[in-house]
T-cell receptor, first 116, second 111 residues
Framework: GAVVSQHPSWVICKSGTSVKIECRSL??????MFWYRQFPKQSLMLMAT?????????EQGVEKDKFLINHASLTLSTLTVTSAHPEDSSFYIC????????????FGPGTRLTVL | SQQGEEDPQALSIQEGENATMNCSYK?????LQWYRQNSGRGLVHLIL?????REKHSGRLRVTLDTSKKSSSLLITASRAADTASYFC???????????FGTGTRLKVLA
């Protein structure tokens, strides 16, 4: 089956720094990728839709200047958390549908971000 | 919020018993999927049921879908301690293809 990877799997950073998280589709091309955030003991909430070659679209309440998304190629989307604060500490997960079906998406293993 | 609701929020059962969790959703869907998530880990896809299906089986899993009530249930039979995890339903919005996750059920199976 299709595989989506994320890097890093976990990261610890200081307040005020920026952190970049990568999401890669390893064996298929993805013109669209989705980014989710999950706080402890809560569900996944969609943050934004990453579109290859164009601007990302953000869900209501998500600051686009804080969560920068770049979808530079058909296999890579990056999420940069800028000027991170402790409240940004969360589990970030990406997903990607194949070009054949948007109804079935493949999820990355997630990135645990801890901001001190 | 478009987020679906799941109940119960938490469920604790003995090994060998069956576990049933329910999901209600709000939008029109193409399909509904169930995922498992072990603590601090990624999602594991369990089963997908299409909007024109009413019931689906996979091993010890049985999923039902009632589109008229906008609800689904996941039954895990003969539960094992290894089934301990959080379970989420997810619907795919038929217009935007966005995944909308339910609030989740935390299942604990006691050995």
């Amino acid at each position: 089956g299709a595989v989506v990877s994320q890097h890093p799997s976990w990261v610890i950073c200081k307040s005020g720094t920026s952190v970049k998280i990568e999401c890669r589709s390893l064996d298929f091309q993805a013109t669209t990728m989705f980014w989710y955030r999950q706080f402890p003991k809560q569900s996944l909430m969609l943050m934004a839709t990453s579109n290859e070659g164009s601007k990302a679209t953000y869900e209501q309440g998500v600051e686009k200047d804080k969560f920068l998304i770049n979808h530079a190629s058909l296999t890579l989307s990056t999420l940069t958390v800028t000027s991170a604060h402790p409240e940004d500490s969360s589990f970030y997960i990406c997903s990607a549908p194949t070009i054949y079906s948007y109804n079935e998406q493949f999820f990355g293993p997630g990135t645990r971000l801890t901001v001190l | 919020s478009q987020q679906g609701e799941e109940d119960p929020q938490a469920l604790s059962i003995q090994e060998g018993e069956n576990a049933t969790m329910n999901c209600s959703y709000k939008t029109s869907i193409n399909n509904l999927q169930w995922y498992r998530q072990n603590s601090g880990r990624g999602l594991v896809h369990l089963i997908l049921i299409r909007s024109n299906e009413r019931e689906k089986h996979s091993g010890r899993l049985r999923v039902t879908l009632d589109t008229s009530k906008k609800s689904s249930s996941l039954l895990i039979t003969a539960s094992r301690a290894a089934d301990t995890a959080s379970y989420f339903c997810a619907t795919v919005d038929s217009g935007t293809y966005k995944y909308i996750f339910g609030t989740g059920t935390r299942l604990k199976v006691l050995a």
